[in-house]
């Protein structure tokens, strides 16, 4: 979402707030009454106000006087607002500086972000760095290809990076970037908004990870994927040694599906890790746009790779088919905490 930066305009439109006019506004998410965490996100499309087009949108919250709007007819971006109930106030003007408004209610949550202690280390906007890699990740069958760009549309902050992509016999293209050389943190919180453009058709997994070379040498990996083939949260193990690695998933019991994700919105998938000093990792719990999935599986996921100090993020996306495939995802608001 882009906010508007004219003024004048928004004190004129002030004055119009008071007076509401027949709503024809549309909210997606959050349904009244729903219990969402924060931030959550806000979908809505407005295409009249009381029988006219709809040239600006926006929202405040209870009884703010202060009001976020947007050129266009649309808004779907996240919000955030303390734990308790809340009543968005939803409005669209029209080309006659008419305004509609459309109010839902939520009760907001403590959310995932409550697991972070205030004195973690946060490296945001991770997605706009620009020592970004990509490559055909061996591990899978086929061949694949992949481009990166930054784009301020669709985007949440204005420079989401999108991940175009092409696919043969099931391959997968793999995205990296370094973000850190901590080797001493053991408590990870990985938190991203995606983007998945006109279909999920061509797409089997959607993979995130976080790898961190450790005081001893070795390099952890904490694997993570939504699995489409079995409709469920993969996490990495090394079944093996540091030296005779033997790298494999598991399935987990909670459910995903990116066939299920909704296309052309965003969603906000949220991941906590922990390792200790010897490899062994623990996936706590993974967020999909708010809603909570306990993991608490503990394996052992350390590698000798001869790396330096360094602290990875990977974005891998699969295809899903033995033809050709194609499938562009956009990455924004990457963010990685660590403690």
Known sequence: MKFVQNL??????????AVPSLAQTVVTRPSNGEQV???????TDSGTCSARPVTYVGFSLDNSTYTAIFAGQTMDGPVSAPSGWHTVHVKAWNNARGVCVTDVSVEVTAGATSVIPPDAVKVSSIQTLDNWIAAHDGGTAGWSSGTMSLTGNPSLTGAARLFANEFRDFGGERYSVQFGDDTTSQNFFYDAWVYIAGSAAGISNLEFDLN???????TVIMGFQCDSWVDR????VNG????????TWLHSYAPCN???WGADQWHHVQIRFSRNDSGWVTYHSVWLDGAEQGLNFTVFSGYELGWGPSDITNFQIDGDSGGKT???VYLDELTVYRW
């Open 240 to 247: 093996g040694s540091p030296t005779k690695s033997w790298d």
């Open 212 to 218: 961190q070379t450790i005081s001893n040498g070795e």
């Open 233 to 236: 949260w993969d996490y990495s």
């Open 326 to 328: 194609w499938g562009n």
């Open 37 to 43: 965490a924060s931030p959550f996100n806000l979908t």
């Open 8 to 17: 004048t305009f928004v004190s004129m439109l002030a004055v119009f707030a």
């Open 258 to 260: 990116v066939h299920t």
